[in-house]
């Protein structure tokens, strides 16, 4: 296994941007070659760490990856894959190897961290926004229904196995990333697996949300075991929450407490054309 976010945050603040499209546009690497090519998408998101310095790299990021290799909108829930059969989809299997040829490569200075897609947005990608609705609606009113309760299950039980097979890689946290509202304290405990495994691993989940958290979902997700907050106007004390594009006015954030050790990341992935100087600025004061 490589090195975990927690023992990197034993060391010092964690500048942890989500980079990735960044990172193929600093390499001259189009989207659609990084979807073909693992090695050439491993170098860039590599690159990008080192070139940055940054404590963690995020090994591929699209939201709509694990409904992609399901067939979702070409075939119906019943037909999705179960599992083992997931993992070995090609868009599944393309993502494991840029992982494991980053974890393999990172060595002890940074950390890979595995994406997935956080509960309402994954049940958004394979059911259509209005049957993720009704599920969380049941869910929360305790009325699923049990067709309902058999795809929330199938669902849940896809993330644990893309989440196990970036563990088993060495990825040192997992990155649930959560475009999606309204969100629902009811889905965070229907994915509990998903935080068991992590823990059985020993490595974090980071929740990374566009939008604010609800209190109460922010509640549930620190109760079944979520080890970072990132969100606008985060409660975590553990985390400085950065707008994606960096803004030279967060460095009254970075002010140091009594304490190091804070996850210092983007709400979201940083936009392919931010100027690399402001993020290796950013980086610098933090460091500072």
């Given amino acids: 296994m490589g090195i975990t976010l927690q023992a990197l945050a ?38 990008a760490q080192r070139m940055f310095r940054t404590d963690a ?9 694990e409904a992609e290799a399901t067939g979702a909108g070409r075939a119906s829930p019943a037909e999705f894959p179960d599992p083992e059969a997931f993992v070995a989809a ?13 974890c393999e ?22 059911f259509g926004a209005p049957g993720a609705q009704k599920l969380a609606a049941a869910l929360d009113a305790g009325r699923l229904q049990e ?43 229907a994915f509990d697996a998903l935080f068991n495994l992590a823990s059985y691993y020993g490595v974090p989940v980071a929740v990374v949300s566009r939008a604010s958290l609800p209190s109460g ?27 994606p594009e960096l803004p030279s006015g967060s460095e009254e954030d970075l002010r140091r407490p009594t304490g190091a050790g804070r996850l210092v990341a983007t709400t979201w992935e940083v936009p392919a054309d931010a100027a690399p100087e402001r993020v290796a600025d950013f980086g610098a004061r933090l460091k500072r």
Avoid: M
């Avoid at 090609?90 to 980053?102: C, D, G, K, M, N």
């Avoid at 490569?105 to 394979?126: F, H, I, K, W």
């Avoid at 929330?152 to 644990?160: F, I, N, Q, T």
């Avoid at 649930?176 to 009811?186: F, I, K, N, T, W």
């Fill in 105 to 126: 490569t990172g060595g002890e200075r940074a950390c890979v961290l595995g994406c997935l897609t956080g509960p309402a947005t994954l049940l958004t990608r394979l």
């Fill in 10 to 47: 034993a060391r010092g603040d964690l500048f942890v941007p989500l980079i990735f499209r960044l990172a193929l546009r600093l390499e001259q690497v189009s989207w659609e070659d990084a979807r073909e090519d693992a090695p050439l998408a491993a170098f860039a998101l590599g690159s």
């Fill in 217 to 243: 979902v922010g509640d549930a997700y620190v109760q079944f075991g979520a080890g970072y907050l990132v969100a606008p106007g985060t409660k975590d004390s553990r985390v400085v929450a950065v707008a």
């Fill in 57 to 65: 790299c995020i090994n591929w990021f699209d939201t709509g990856l």
């Fill in 90 to 102: 090609p868009a599944i299997a393309h993502v494991l190897e840029v992982t494991r040829q980053l």
């Fill in 147 to 189: 067709a309902e309760r058999r795809r929330l299950e199938r669902a849940a039980s896809l993330s644990v196995a893309l989440a196990r097979a970036y563990c088993e890689l060495g990825a040192g946290g997992l990155a649930l990333l959560e475009d999606a509202v309204p969100q629902s304290p009811g889905l965070v405990g």
